[in-house]
């Protein structure tokens, strides 16, 4: 009954462009995917390599970084060039494009590999665990890891283009960044320096939920005219965005000692990406 419901639900509100593609029938297939990663990466993996040498995976490292960096580096790019660079298109609130346009299409299509690029994004702690790192993994590299493809997969199905493609598209740069520092650091270590892990990284996802929450807030509580909105993907968002920031504030306070008037950085953590 519940799964019959369901899949009318879906048939009747979601983007019938994308019904047919892999996973966008039903987000059954998603959670079923996160709940492994988590249960694998949590528990499963680090018994196994509990009591064995850690792997040297150097060359699988860098063709997974630079790989993660080209995909999203394209979906950035096909975004941009889609939407928000076009003449037309309003920043302050666009609607979603629901044609068969070529554009329209080639969003959704963008879209759906960036889905695509968050479930391999799972790959990055199993790799970080199969080289022994696993103690360095913080709540809030699982959270990111976690919320992504569920977001993404209810904006797709959704909302899939138009005033919902902000954190589509800075979380496809962010992560294009992200890898090419990680890929480059597989090749040549010496560039390394554990402020990026620390700080930088998790300042810039910081702003970019910042974004999200300011941009989603304004429309839900103050929605454009001639501008169609889903609300359950805008409180998607700003949900998301709310629980990034208490995640975030277990993750950055230990790191910040007061002494008098300055800041410290407490002792130094090992990377929690793959270096």
């Not at 005033?163 to 496809?172: A, E, K, R």
Request: aromatic share 18%; charged share 15%.
């Amino acid at each position: 009954m519940s799964k019959k419901y369901n899949e009318k639900y879906y048939a009747r509100y979601g983007d019938p462009r994308t019904s047919q593609w892999l996973l966008m029938d039903n987000p059954i297939y998603v959670f079923i995917l996160v709940a492994a990663y988590f249960i694998i990466t949590k528990w499963i993996l680090p018994r196994v390599t509990r009591n064995r040498n850690p792997f040297e995976l150097k060359k699988l490292t860098i063709v997974f970084n630079f790989g993660m960096m080209s995909l999203n580096a394209w979906v950035f790019y096909e975004l941009l060039s889609l939407t928000w660079f076009k003449p037309n298109f309003n920043w302050l609130c666009q609607s979603v494009d629901w044609s068969n346009s070529e554009d329209a299409l080639r969003v959704a299509k963008a879209g759906w590999i960036f889905l695509i690029t968050a479930l391999l994004e799972h790959l990055t702690t199993v790799l970080i665990v199969l080289k022994g790192k696993d103690s360095n993994l913080s709540g809030l590299h699982r959270f990111l890891q976690i919320q992504s493809p569920i977001v993404v997969w209810y904006g797709l199905k959704f909302a899939p283009g138009g005033y919902n493609l902000v954190y589509m598209t800075l979380s496809s740069f962010i992560n294009a960044l992200a890898h090419s520092h990680y890929g480059t650091l597989a090749v040549m270590p010496f560039l390394r320096h554990p402020h990026w892990e620390r700080f930088t990284l998790p300042a810039i996802y910081t702003i970019q939920f910042t974004i999200v929450l300011v941009y989603n807030t304004q429309l839900h509580f103050f929605p454009a005219k001639n501008c169609k909105l889903s609300f359950f993907i805008l409180r998607l968002n700003i949900v998301s965005a709310i629980l990034f920031f208490i995640f975030a504030k277990d993750f950055f306070l230990p790191k910040f000692k007061n002494k008098g008037s300055k800041v410290q950085f407490s002792e130094p953590e090992k990377a929690k990406k793959i270096e």
